[in-house]
C-alpha cells in the first residue's frame, strides 16, 4: 500500500492503534465491573480453563467472543458443524485458524486452541482496521480530491459508533479493509486488483455482493460514452463474476455438506451432538432439509428466513422498537447525505452519473464521482432499514459505505473551518483530537455529531462485551 511517506498516514496508524488498544482495554474494565447478562445466544460447550495462559486470556479477552463472534470462533476450532453456522462466511474462521495454528502455535504448551484464536481474533483485527482506515483516507483522497476531507473522514472511521465490531471476532474489519482497498483499486484503475480484493469482502460477508454495482455502473458508463468498445466491458464482467464465485462457491459448500448424508468428516464429538439435540440444531445426515429441492437451493436465505425470520417488513414489530431507535442515528446521516448531495448535483443525479456534468466544484463531498458511493449507501440503508435486523444496520454501513464518513467529516468542516488553522497542507496533527479538546466551544451540531460516536463506541462496548443487546 502506498502513501507510506504520507504524515497524514502514519498519523491515521498511530490513531487507529490507540483507539483498538482504548477498546480493548474498556472491554477488559466493562467485563470486571458488570456481570453478564444470560442471552439466549449460540453457547456451544467447551472445557474451562485449564492453564494460566488460559485464564489470563479468559480475564483479557473473553469480551471479544460475544455474540456472533461465538460464531466465527466455533466454526474456526470445529468447521461448519451446523446448519446455522452456514451463514457465517468463511474468510474469518479461516485467516485466525491460520493464525492460531501458524505464528502462534508455538504458544500452544500455554494456551488452547480456543486462547489462541480469541488473541489470533484481537491481532488480526487491529492490523485489519488500521489498514482499513489507511484505504478509506486513500480511497478518500483519489475520490473526494481533498486530503484534509479524507484524512478527517479516516480519523472518524477511527472512532466509529462500530468500534467494538471492529475490535472483536467479528468479519467488519476484515470486510472493511478488503471493500475500502478494493474500490481505492478500481478508482486507479486497476480492475483486477480492485476484483479481487472486492471478491475477498464477498468471503467475509454476503453484502459484499452489493459492490458488483460499482462495475456494473461503470460498464454502463463506458458502454454509454465508449460505443463499441467491447474489451472493457468484458474486463468488467470477468471482475463481476469474480466477486460473486466466492458466494457461488460456498453456497456449493454448504449443499454438498447437508444435501448429500454420506459427505463430510468423520463422527461428531458426542457434545456436539447432544448440543444439536438439546437446541433442535440441523447436523448433516437424513433427514435432507427441504431447501436441498429448491429450484436455487441456497442455504444462505433459507437460514435467514428460518432462523432469524429476515424478510421483507418480517422485523416491524412493536417489541423491535427500541432496534429501530437504536438504527435511527445512522439511517438519519445516510438520509441527510443522500438529500444534501442529490439537491447539490440535480443533473448529474438525473442522468444516475453515467454522463459526465461539468461543474464548478468537481472536488469535495459534492463531487461526481461520490454518486456511486451515494447510491450504495442509499440502497444499503433501505434494505437494511427494511428486510434486516435493524439493529445490524450500523455495523453494516458504518464498514461499508465511505460516503458516510466522508459526510461526516464534509458537516464537521463546514461547522469548524477552524480546525485547521493555518497548518500547511502536509503537516499531520489531529484535527479529531483537536475537536475533543475545544469540546466546549463546537456548535451544537458537531458536538452531537461527535456525542454519537463517541456514545455508541463507549455504550455499544459495555453491553456487547456482557452480553447485553448490542449485537
Known sequence: MRGSRDPFVHEI????????????????????????????????????????????????LRGLGRWDAEHFLFIAEHGYVYEHNMAFFPLLPMVITGLAQGPLLPLAGVLTLRSRLLLSSALLNCACSTLAAVSLYLLGCVTLQ??????????????????????????????????????????????????????????????GLVNAGFLIHSGMKVFLQQSGCCRPLMKRLCGILLMILPFAVFQGYSYYRFCFPSYGEGHLPEELI?????????????????????????????????????????????????????????????????FKYISSNMELCSTLGLWDVRKKDSYGFYGPRVFVYVAQLSFLAAFGALCMHVQVVTRLLFSSCPVLFWFCSHIIEENEPWIWGLQRNKEASNPAMRLLRAWDSLRTRTRILLGYFLGYWVIGTALHVNFLPWT
Open 146 to 207: 481533498s486530503r484534509r476531507t479524507a484524512f478527517l473522514a479516516a480519523l472518524l472511521f477511527c472512532m466509529s459508533p462500530i468500534s467494538i465490531f471492529m475490535t472483536v471476532a467479528y468479519s467488519e474489519s476484515l470486510f472493511a479493509l478488503a471493500t475500502f482497498s478494493g474500490l481505492w483499486h478500481l478508482q486507479k484503475n486497476r480492475l483486477l486488483a480492485g476484483s479481487v480484493l472486492l471478491s475477498l469482502a464477498t468471503a467475509a460477508r454476503s453484502n
Open 274 to 338: 447432544q448440543l444439536a439435540k438439546d437446541k433442535g440444531y440441523r447436523v448433516r445426515g437424513e433427514p435432507i432439509p427441504a431447501w436441498c429441492s429448491y429450484h436455487f437451493p441456497l442455504v444462505y436465505s433459507h437460514i435467514q428466513s428460518e432462523y432469524w425470520g429476515v424478510g421483507l417488513f418480517r422485523y416491524f414489530q412493536l417489541r423491535q422498537l427500541p432496534n429501530f431507535f437504536l438504527a435511527t442515528p445512522v439511517i438519519f446521516l445516510g438520509i441527510c447525505a443522500t
Open 13 to 60: 496508524i498511530r490513531f487507529s492503534l490507540s483507539c483498538r488498544g482504548l477498546t480493548l482495554i474498556m472491554q477488559v474494565l466493562f467485563n470486571l465491573l458488570i456481570p453478564d447478562h444470560t442471552a439466549d445466544a449460540f453457547s456451544p460447550p467447551r472445557p474451562p480453563p485449564s492453564s494460566l495462559g488460559d485464564h489470563i486470556a479468559e480475564l483479557l
